[in-house]
């Protein structure tokens, strides 16, 4: 395969609408070698698109400077409208830990990205989640609170002053928060059921905000199209809070509504571990480890 | 990553107590170049071991027959015990095609393996499953009956005359099934009690041969070490008669006795493919693809 060390960088940009920038903005990802552009989400009702692209650390930093250079360039705050709450042209810039490399290897890539991205396109720039430099910054909502308009207030407050650049945002691309996290991943859970109360409440009991599972956050959502409702979640480190003890926990308080969980969807990637954890956990495997995978086995047998 | 070309082949031998035969036939295997030895399964109630080892046609063959002579010279069927039932010194033989190479070309390779078995080891030589020469050769089992201690009088029968070699059974070595076939997933469901009879009426209920799902071998065995009792099962084709819907019926089975399910083993070696598939089963998930899987992503955008 490719090199052992791998990172994944997730950056979200406040453009879901224009395809022609879109494109730009993934050649100019692309164009980096040894960088390999996964996926790209826009959404036209956020007006912002995701771009996930994974290398060995420096290419991806020298493709996140390529997108954040253009998306300051291509971007204008003060004419962007939509559903998402945003404070930037690149809004947020995740550098998070695939292969061989550790928390704190992306801690130093976020720390190496942000000051470049103040030095070079004079963007101001929050540090956040692992990479934080004070509690209140680990969670990027907090942050974002505000959001582009609130923040030439904001971030004069000496509380909000920014970890790179002077207390000043920039006038068409407003701020970035630039962090290091564990892998994210989107997953759905959808109700036999059109009481959005009911996926409220199931949201509210399985999120960690309010008494539920450690690294799970929650909301529950009206699927219109279909005329039911979802726990809508982010599993931010599925290998403490797994994904298959999140499911049934979710199901389990579903029955209390007497309402069937219907079905479930990822949305975007997700780690093969976390869906081979899942399997072990309910085919209760007693000698699961991924050294029963044969295409690991083999992996291993050529490297070594 | 390797060669184009890849062969499985996944000999089981009739030693699983005594280490350091065993680690001779490891070495006999490791010693071939070209050879990749993945895995080594060896369980002392079966008295019994499965070797499980990947590379490119010939080096495969040439590892196979170096364990057929070491296996023949180490193993003494007259004095061996197990709860597996077994026939020879290196019992079966199998060569499956993994990437690259056809079911037609391991059935080739399993002539020429089973050719040179009874020439150079004077073992008698049934070929089965694709490779076999008559229709109720396909099936192991049926050939394996009466084990070794029966096959001096069964190997006289005209209908049972081997493939290779003369109809006199080895006197230490027995005689040895060569064949090709796909991936086999060798499942064992454990259950809590100590009653043969509950696993061998639900692997009379979950088996093909019987009227159950038709990909599934299985049998009821004792484990004595655990003072519990297992459905042993082989999956012969893991796409058409998934994991996940072989661990539900056999759970369902079991209530039938109030017996619970209480753990799984997968014995060698599982592609990827069946654990996702069978995580996609349990979440529910309604939007499955391997494209959802991280690294299958990165793995096509590489290849690209």
Redesign the interface.
């Known amino acids: 395969?490719?090199s052992r060390k791998?990172v994944?960088c997730v950056p979200n940009v406040s453009a879901g609408r224009d395809e022609d920038k879109i494109a730009a903005m993934a050649e100019a990802i692309r164009a980096v070698p040894g960088v390999?552009?996964?996926?790209i989400q826009s959404d036209p009702d956020h007006n912002r698109t995701v771009f996930t692209f994974?290398g060995p650390a420096e290419p991806v930093v020298e493709a996140a400077l390529r997108l954040a250079e253009l998306a300051v360039k291509l971007i204008d705050l003060r004419a962007h409208r939509g559903e998402h709450p945003r404070m930037g042209a690149l809004d947020v810039l995740p550098f998070v830990p695939?292969r061989g490399v550790t928390m704190g290897d992306c801690v130093m890539l976020a720390r190496n990205a942000g000051a470049q991205i103040w030095e070079r396109f004079g963007v101001p720039v929050y540090l956040y989640a692992e990479a934080a430099t004070r509690p209140e910054r680990q969670d990027l909502a907090e942050i974002r609170k505000g959001e582009f308009e609130g923040f030439f207030e904001k971030i004069r407050r000496r509380e909000w002053a920014p970890d790179f650049g002077d207390p000043v945002v920039h006038p068409t691309a407003g701020v970035c928060a630039v962090g290091a996290r564990e892998?994210l991943i989107a997953y759905n859970v959808?109700l036999g059921t059109s009481e959005l109360r009911v996926a409220k409440e199931i949201a509210k009991a399985v999120r960690g905000s309010s008494g539920g599972l450690r690294y799970v956050k929650a909301l529950g959502l009206e699927l219109q199209g279909r005329g039911i409702v979802q726990v809508s979640m982010n599993l931010t480190d599925f290998r403490k809070t797994p994904?298959?003890r999140v499911?049934e926990l979710v199901r389990r308080e579903a029955q209390r509504f007497g309402v069937p969980?219907?079905?479930?969807?990822?949305v975007?990637?997700?780690?093969?571990e976390a869906?081979?954890e899942?399997?072990?956990y309910?085919?209760?495997?007693?000698?699961?480890s991924p050294d029963?995978?044969?295409?690991?086995?083999?992996?291993q047998?050529?490297e070594s």
Chains 1, 2 share one sequence.
Do not use: H, Q, S
Not at 293 to 298: A, C, G, S
């Open positions: 395969m490719t791998l994944e390999y552009l996964l996926d994974v695939v892998f959808n994904i298959a499911t969980v219907v079905g479930t969807e990822i975007g990637l997700v780690p093969e869906l081979l899942a399997a072990a309910y085919l209760g495997l007693e000698n699961y029963i995978v044969l295409e690991r086995k083999l992996a047998a050529i």
